[in-house]
């Protein structure tokens, strides 16, 4: 079994292998910890077949058959980019990678390593990257340092292979996810949709915890979405942030849903970035369950929910304690740092579960940030080369011969030669170069 690809992707990489058998309990097996996460597992190789040379625009996750018994419920997931490290500079206190890792400052990230860490790091400790380039971080011991640019000092290199574990998508809310395909033939679990940028050859793995002494088993299925045959007119982010988990219990922020009005906003934490696509989650701890739908509201202000994020995101229970997030889709709403985030619900048509709880997840950042091409070329006009310090402009054209300026730069080293940024190879580019009412023009091609 597979899903859909949308027609703007060329493939897409699926955990769960084409022609599995559809089932209640579809996708790996994951065993949680009691609010603490658990053991993680693969849910797709690093080398995968699919990977080539694409990368992925999108991630949609499921969760699905969350056991649970009569103690508690309240269930959240981490999606995890896993990629070796090449190389260690104790010196510059930098981790490398042979290729683009796709971690963002402040993403969170744990070690583990085949011989010893280098220097001042520990196993099992929660680092914060700081992003040099697309294949080289740095490490700090908190979000906050490494915002600030304040690395740990790498005293040597250690020995052995490294690996980073970074914690990409952090704390999913999935509690009591019903089964895959229910009796009635209903899709269920929890259904998430990122547009997340994954690059090629990254693991992703996935773990979980439970607030239950008795944790059960869960299961997990994802699907990367690649190269879109039109990049630049895709939105695509580089980092998730979370607001409202409360990992002691494994759950959200406590809120209070309405019946006949919505709920009043309750605030879940504040951003440290811009972000603009949205997902949130609806957990409870109860078990005494009714049929009911549950519409949750993101809101953001200064200091109030002035602003509702338009769009329902929706939930459902049943009476024997399955729940489900049916509808992958989240919403779009430009949010800028420094405001605080909102959560409200609103239930029926029977009473809400009992210790309902929020979390919403804002996706920032661009793939353009991660993602870059050169061109290059030179540029003449009747024979004559373009003096350093000119203007030259470049054009990308697509399939449908549309055309949008992506880029300027200037002559530079003699012969009319120059070199650009462009961001994608989906396209063709054009360099043009005006002087004195004559322009000259090169095509410059794709770049590989």
Excluded at 22 to 40: H, I, R, Y
Excluded at 186 to 197: D, E, H, Q, T, V
Excluded at 253 to 268: D, M, N, W
Excluded at 394 to 423: K, M, R, W, Y
């Amino acid at each position: 079994m597979s899903l859909p690809i949308p027609s703007h992707f060329r493939g897409a990489i699926y955990s769960v292998a084409d022609g599995t058998r559809p089932a209640a309990a579809w996708g790996t097996s994951v065993t949680p910890g009691e609010n603490v996460m658990g053991t993680a597992v693969e849910l797709v190789a690093s080398n995968h077949a699919s990977w080539s040379t694409l990368h992925g625009y999108g991630i949609w996750v499921n969760i699905n058959s969350n056991s649970t018994n009569a103690t508690a419920r309240d269930t959240l997931v981490s999606i995890i980019y896993r990629r070796a490290v090449a190389s260690v500079d104790a010196s510059a206190d930098t981790l490398t990678f042979a290729s683009r890792h796709g971690i963002q400052t402040a993403d969170r990230l744990q070690l583990t390593t085949t011989g010893t860490l280098p220097g001042n790091l520990s196993l099992a400790t929660n680092y914060y990257a700081i992003r040099q380039s697309k294949t080289v971080i740095k490490v700090a011991t908190s979000a906050a340092n490494a915002r600030a640019g304040t690395a740990v000092n790498l005293s040597d290199a250690g020995t052995g292979t490294h690996t980073v574990h970074c914690r990409k998508i952090d704390y999913l809310g999935a509690t009591s996810a019903g089964a895959f395909i229910a009796s009635n033939g209903a899709s269920g679990g929890f259904n998430y949709f990122f547009p997340l940028f994954v690059p090629n050859g990254t693991a992703i793995d996935i773990e979980a915890q439970v607030n239950n002494a008795t944790v059960g088993t869960l299961r997990a299925a994802c699907a990367i979405f690649l190269n879109p045959s039109k990049p630049y007119a895709l939105p695509c982010g580089t980092f998730v942030r979370t607001f409202g988990a409360t990992l002691a219990s494994s759950s959200g922020v406590a809120i209070t849903a309405g019946t006949s009005s919505e709920g009043s906003f309750t605030e879940l934490g504040t951003t440290e970035d811009a972000l603009w696509f949205w997902q949130g989650s609806v957990n409870w701890n109860s078990g005494n369950t009714n049929a009911c739908i549950y519409h949750l509201d993101l809101g953001w202000g200064a200091a109030a929910a002035d602003t509702t994020i338009s769009g329902y995101l929706s939930f459902t229970t049943d009476t024997v304690e399955v729940g489900s997030k049916c509808c992958a889709n989240g919403i779009t709403g430009l949010v800028p740092s420094g405001n605080k985030i909102y959560a409200r619900a609103q239930v029926g048509p029977n009473a809400a579960a009992a210790s309902l709880s929020a979390l919403a997840y804002g996706v920032g950042g661009s793939v353009e940030e991660d993602t870059s091409y050169t061109v290059s070329g030179t540029i003449t006009i009747d024979g004559v080369a373009a003096a350093n310090g000119k203007t030259v402009r470049i054009f990308a054209f697509d399939s449908d011969n549309v055309s949008e300026l992506v880029a300027t730069t200037t002559i530079s080293g003699g012969a009319g030669g120059f070199s650009a940024s462009v961001p994608d190879n989906t396209r063709s580019y054009l360099a043009t170069y005006h002087n004195d009412g004559k322009v000259g023009a090169t095509q410059l091609g794709t770049p590989s």
